[in-house]
């Protein structure tokens, strides 16, 4: 079963605009981590929050964490045409347990 | 490149048939994870080791489908008598630690088409 679900599931923005992606969870977390993957790749790591953090910052990368809304959001400033991925949020136990993704579409 | 290794990349095979996958994780994970991700989803859980010892398997994981990392390095991931349900990208993964304490590092995934 999925523990993280993202919201919107697809976001079509132009170059430039801001990139808000919601992540909601089930249980208790130790840390909740944001992943990116381009079409037919890998996943690529972006950011771990931890639970006793309510934001984090990495560059054009903002997450926040409400672990009282159990939820979390990533945004992304001034989007370019190579943020155009699929986006994941993934909560740990033993392993990394994913939501079904945002697909973000960033136009030139 | 020290990253995750995966071969192949890309396999097609015919359904009934047997095929094997390899990972090779970044050499000081003890961790390592497999994946099946079909597309407009989430990687999907299906195994993961801490060194040579299988720690948790899926559900999804039925029996005809077996993962072993012997010597607590490269791991391989065979599919007996695939069936086009199987399709899909596998993707592996290491971590140096608990997941709890650090991230995982994906490979690029081997796709898997069963005709």
């Known amino acids: 079963s999925q523990q993280g679900e993202e919201d919107p599931q697809a976001l079509s923005i132009q170059e430039g605009e801001n990139a808000t992606m919601n992540c909601s969870y089930k249980?208790?977390?130790?840390?909740l981590q944001w992943y990116r993957q381009n079409s037919g790749r890998g996943l690529v790591h972006l950011i771990l929050?931890?639970?006793?953090?309510r934001e984090k910052h990495s560059g054009r990368l903002r997450v926040t964490l409400d672990t009282s809304k159990k939820s979390s959001s990533l945004l992304i400033t001034a989007s370019r045409a190579a943020d155009t991925a699929s986006y994941f949020c993934?909560?740990?136990?033993?392993?990394?347990?994913f939501g079904q993704g945002t697909e973000l579409s960033v136009k030139p | 490149d020290t990253g995750v290794s995966q071969d192949p990349r890309h396999k097609i095979t015919k359904r009934g048939q047997n095929v094997t996958f390899r990972c090779d994780p970044i050499?000081?994970?003890?961790?390592l994870y497999w994946y099946r991700q079909t597309l407009g989803q989430g990687p999907e859980f299906l195994t993961y080791?801490?060194?040579?010892?299988?720690?948790?398997k899926s559900r999804l994981l039925s029996d005809r489908f077996s993962a072993e990392r012997p010597k607590g390095s490269f791991s391989t991931l065979e599919i007996q008598r695939t069936e086009q349900g199987d399709s899909a990208m596998y993707l592996c993964?290491?971590?140096?630690?608990?997941?709890?304490?650090?991230?995982?590092?994906f490979g690029q995934g081997t796709r898997l088409t069963v005709v």
């Open positions: 249980t208790s977390i130790n840390n």
């Open positions: 993934a909560t740990p136990g033993g392993k990394l347990i």
């Open positions: 929050i931890r639970s006793n953090e």
């Open positions: 050499s000081e994970h003890n961790r």
């Open positions: 080791f801490q060194n040579e010892a299988q720690l948790e």
């Open positions: 993964a290491s971590s140096r630690d608990s997941l709890m304490n650090t991230e995982a590092f």
